[in-house]
């Protein structure tokens, strides 16, 4: 699990806590920033999501390479996600709302 995805979580009831204490309280700034901290835990949250996404899937595909003996491509899938990690996450990202769009579809 992605550090991420702990952050994010944590934020996330970090935020509930502040929203529920400005509900009891009429504190409406900070129900307003437990709502905010909910919101950066989602995308905390997703982004490490995204994250393990694109590992597992390079991980699979190396898997794949290295079955199939192509084990050069398998470092370079490797490698190119170490060194360019945003366009890794915006890859996986576009995969998954394309699986999401199929599966809404079945």
């Given at each position: 699990?992605?550090?991420?995805?702990?952050?994010g979580s944590a934020?996330?009831?970090?935020?509930?806590?502040?929203?529920?204490?400005?509900?009891?309280?009429?504190?409406?700034?900070?129900?307003?920033?437990?709502?905010?901290?909910?919101?950066?835990?989602?995308?905390?949250?997703?982004?490490?999501?995204?994250?393990?996404?694109?590992?597992?899937?390079?991980?699979?595909?190396?898997?794949?390479?290295?079955?199939?003996?192509?084990?050069?491509?398998?470092?370079?899938?490797?490698?190119?996600?170490?060194?360019?990690?945003?366009?890794a996450v915006a890859?996986?990202?576009?995969?998954?709302?394309?699986?999401?769009?199929?599966i809404r579809r079945?």
């Amino acid at each position: 699990m992605d550090k991420d995805r702990v952050k994010g979580s944590a934020d996330q009831a970090k935020g509930a806590i502040k929203e529920a204490a400005g509900d009891l309280t009429g504190d409406a700034k900070l129900k307003a920033e437990g709502k905010a901290d909910k919101l950066k835990g989602k995308v905390e949250n997703a982004v490490g999501g995204a994250k393990d996404a694109v590992k597992e899937a390079a991980k699979k595909l190396n898997h794949t390479l290295d079955r199939a003996g192509i084990g050069t491509t398998g470092s370079a899938v490797r490698h190119a996600v170490r060194t360019r990690p945003l366009e890794a996450v915006a890859l996986a990202a576009g995969i998954g709302a394309m699986v999401g769009a199929l599966i809404r579809r079945v």
